[in-house]
């Protein structure tokens, strides 16, 4: 079945640790993205990627790194520069095109800082 | 900069009733409108999706309408069930940029 798969669905970092979130798809989608949702709040926007070896900005960046060497794979790793990295992450993906795009989502992960 | 606000923020409806759910927007150049539906926990899924063209689109007991001029959306839940109770969520996209502007939500419980 076509679809995107994040991985762990739930995960647990201890203070001043870097933690990985793994995002795969495989619908062969140009572009992928990472969204933070906190209680109460709209999904904001980390990391975009519209093509493997390049990514941009979001509104939120800072304390988060990303890669995108595969085209089916765009991991977001918190960092321990994030100061409030407990919260429910979403990627998603979608094709690159005129209007009409739409985003998939993958399950999202659960990140609680102990 | 581009935003999209949505009302009510939560609502509480009986099972079987309508409800109508609000969508501004004021991004620009306008490429697509989409509605997800977001189970606690889980992903948002697509509902549906419009363009600059579409007037109004249903899936099943959801219709969405929008209209461009004033930059407005609803969506229409007809007669409610207990499993619609979720999270909706209006999503913007601008023309040829693929960063999409979220609304907070809304979010609807249906009680028996």
């Known amino acids: 079945d076509g679809g995107i798969t994040q991985s762990p669905k739930y995960l647990f970092r201890k203070e001043g640790q870097n933690v990985t979130l793994s995002c795969e798809q495989n619908?062969?989608?140009?572009?992928m993205y990472w969204y933070r949702q906190d209680p109460g709040q709209g999904l904001r926007l980390i990391y975009y990627?519209?093509?493997?070896?390049?990514?941009q900005k979001g509104d939120i960046a800072e304390g988060y790194s990303v890669s995108r060497e595969k085209k089916e794979s765009f991991p977001l790793t918190v960092t321990s520069a994030q100061k409030n990295p407990t919260a429910f992450y979403l990627c998603?993906?979608?094709?690159?095109?005129?209007?009409?795009?739409?985003?998939?989502f993958g399950q999202g992960t659960r990140l609680t800082v102990v | 900069k581009n935003q999209v606000e949505q009302s009510p923020q939560s609502l509480i409806i009986l099972e079987g009733k309508n409800c109508t759910l609000q969508?501004?927007?004021?991004?620009?150049?306008?490429?697509?409108l989409r509605w997800y539906k977001q189970d606690t926990g889980r992903g948002p899924v697509s509902l549906t999706i419009?363009?600059?063209?579409?007037n109004t689109k249903s899936n099943g007991r959801y219709t969405a309408t929008l209209d461009a001029d004033t930059k407005q959306s609803s969506l229409h839940i007809t007669a409610s069930q207990l499993s619609d109770s979720a999270s909706y969520i209006c999503v913007v996209s601008e023309w040829g940029y693929q960063k999409v502007t979220f609304g907070t939500g809304t979010k609807l419980q249906v009680i028996p």
């Open positions: 619908l062969n989608h140009d572009a």
């Open positions: 990627s519209q093509i493997v070896n390049d990514f």
């Open positions: 969508c501004n927007y004021t991004v620009s150049p306008f490429s697509n």
């Open positions: 998603a993906s979608s094709m690159i095109g005129t209007g009409g795009t739409e985003a998939f």
């Open positions: 419009m363009t600059f063209s579409e």
